[in-house]
Nanobody
């Protein structure tokens, strides 16, 4: 089992950069594929980026490709989301999620979730 705690969300201006972190508990962190999802008011939760247990494979939503980078540090039990060139449409609550081994691409693929961190991008 793993517990996830996100941090780093805040109010920024369009064009700014921001890095989210997700700290995980548990000795088997390296066995988990990890994902960042987001949910805007009135919208469904959507995939932002995912990363394999080794960090060797990543996948991004088209809306963030080229602007966001997901990475992980298994020694620190932490996954990151570097967000550049932020846009108002990136405003959402960002969630970290984990599942054993295989990558997942939809929210129901993931067993463990953090509480979320709010990112607001003003125009």
């Amino acid at each position: 089992q793993v517990q996830l705690v996100e941090s780093g969300g805040r109010l920024v201006q369009a064009g700014d950069s921001l890095t989210l972190s997700c700290a995980a508990s548990g000795r088997t962190f390296r066995n988990y594929a990890l994902g960042w999802f987001r949910q805007a008011p009135g919208k469904e939760r959507e995939l932002v980026a995912v990363i394999s247990w080794s960090g060797g494979n990543t996948y991004y939503a088209d809306s963030v490709k080229g602007r966001f980078t997901i990475s992980r540090d298994n020694a620190k039990n932490t996954v990151y989301l570097q967000m550049n060139s932020l846009k108002p449409e990136d405003t959402a609550v960002y969630y970290c999620a984990a599942r054993l081994y295989a990558l997942g691409y939809i929210p129901t693929d993931y067993n463990y979730w953090g509480q979320g961190t709010q990112v607001t991008v003003s125009s």
